[in-house]
């Protein structure tokens, strides 16, 4: 048997990599640098902006955002990773003015990493006057607008990001604060002894400092209030729902509630708001029943499903059934209980499912039980949208008479349309059982 030849790793000079790493960072700054002055004005500003100063813009450069957990802020690396990495690809979309009276944009991204640096550089003291200065007035002119729109921006995406990757928990994800960090120069060099020595000596002085602006996002955790509840001598522990509002700065918890005109309870006192308390039952049951990979979806449902109170339906005089929707059509229940003074959300059911208007009159109309819409996976929102009903008219007709048809036309979108693809996994192959549903029906009526 033939050896096998071994192939010796070539050897990498990790100065030689650093150095051609150096001179890929300079090449796309002085890019996106050449293309800052053609959005300005006129592409040969690049050209007139000395080589020093040049030099200067590359070092002063902004570093990649950071993203950090506040003191006592227990968040996994994992979710500080995917955070930082989606608040990086909403920078990309976000965009500045570049100067008054012109339609070019500057992106996020961009802006912190050769914006800041050329208005920096373009406001020191040290470089008033080198040749070509005055063509840059113009963007210095919204330095100020744009450092402002640039933070509130900052935050809006940081908060977007801390929306979207929060589970219904005992705690909230939020913008703890902003910051800029410029590490101290631990030389008693002056900027103006650089400028005016050689390029080599220059390099050599940079290249043993950083310079550069490193952006820091803090994300802290807001601890939310556990209540044990108990209901039949049986203790249940439930979380508050709610939403954070900002005062100067600071997060503030608003608790849902819900209005005693929404229940059969008979009080001598004024409208009473009950606060509102969800189960972690209920969450799993959300979790089963949807099957979205996106946390943010079932704290998104709970938020409308309270703040809009589209449909309330009483059960009882404590119990009550809350209409949960999405993209205006109608998903499902939360099945609540007024207990204790708050308004305890027990489980979460799909209109499917049995316990719910819709689920009982579709059991009633095609006689399936609740073994058989298990087994054909029509209880849960991921098995219709994988499933081959919607081509299926009869059956269709069936779940519309039962009141189910909003949840196949969610089906439809989910399955159809870009904005609403990312809401479940469509990488399962479909599950062929209108057929399947058709003959049950048929030996059923028999």
């Known amino acids: 048997m033939a050896k096998r030849k071994q192939v010796r790793k070539k050897h990498v000079n990790p100065i030689e990599q650093r150095r051609l790493q150096e001179i890929q960072y300079r090449k796309f700054f002085d890019d996106k640098l050449r293309e800052l002055c053609r959005q300005i ?160 000596k220059a390099l050599d002085f940079f290249k043993t400092q950083d310079f550069r602006l490193h952006p820091v996002i803090t994300i802290g955790t807001y601890p939310l209030e556990w209540r044990k509840i108990t209901i039949n001598r049986e203790t249940h522990t439930a979380i508050s729902a709610g939403f954070l509002h900002y005062i100067n700065d600071e997060p503030h918890f608003i608790p849902f509630t819900v209005s005693s005109d929404n229940l059969k309870i008979s009080t001598h006192f004024a409208k009473l708001k009950l606060p509102v308390y969800i189960q972690r039952h209920a969450v799993e049951r959300m979790k089963e029943r949807i099957g979205c990979t996106f946390s943010c979806f079932y704290r998104t449902i709970l938020a409308e499903s309270i703040l809009e109170k589209k449909e309330f339906i009483p059960l009882s005089n404590s119990r009550l059934l809350i209409g949960c929707f999405t993209n205006e059509l109608k998903l499902g229940y939360f099945v609540a209980e007024n207990v204790e003074g708050i308004i305890l959300i027990r489980t979460f059911l799909l209109l499917t499912n049995s316990g719910t208007p819709e689920g009982d009159k579709l059991a009633q109309l095609t006689g399936l039980k609740v073994e058989d819409r298990k087994y054909l996976a029509i209880d849960t929102l991921q098995g219709l949208a994988n499933s081959d009903i919607e081509k299926n008219e009869p059956i269709c007709k069936l779940f519309c008479t039962a009141g189910c048809g909003s949840i196949l036309e969610l089906c439809k979108k989910i399955n159809n349309e870009p904005h609403m693809m990312w809401l479940l996994d469509s990488s399962q192959p479909k599950n062929l059982i209108a057929d399947l549903m058709t003959e049950y029906m048929r030996t059923t009526d028999e």
Not at 42 to 65: C, H, N, Q, T, W
Not at 93 to 113: C, H, N, Q, W
Not at 158 to 186: G, M, Q, R
Request: charged share 30%; aromatic share 12%.
């Open 41 to 200: 004005g006129d592409v040969s500003l690049f050209s007139r902006i000395p080589p020093i100063e040049k030099l200067f813009m590359y070092r002063f450069r902004g570093a990649s955002l950071k993203v950090v957990a506040a003191p006592d802020a227990k968040i996994p690396i994992k979710l500080r990773d995917a955070l930082a990495k989606l608040i990086k690809s909403q920078q990309l979309t976000m965009t500045l003015e570049v100067v008054k009276g012109s339609d070019e944009r500057i992106t996020f991204a961009d802006y912190a990493i050769v914006g800041t640096a050329l208005e920096y550089q373009l406001t020191s003291s040290e470089c008033e006057d080198f040749p070509g200065r005055e063509g840059f007035n113009k963007f210095i002119e919204l330095k100020s607008e744009r450092e402002r729109l640039y933070e509130n921006g900052l935050l809006q995406i940081c908060s977007t990001a801390c929306w979207f990757f929060d589970e219904l928990d005992n705690k909230y994800l939020y913008t703890y604060k902003y910051d800029v960090h410029v590490p101290a120069i631990d030389s008693g060099v002056k900027p103006s002894e650089i400028r005016e020595g050689s390029p080599r």
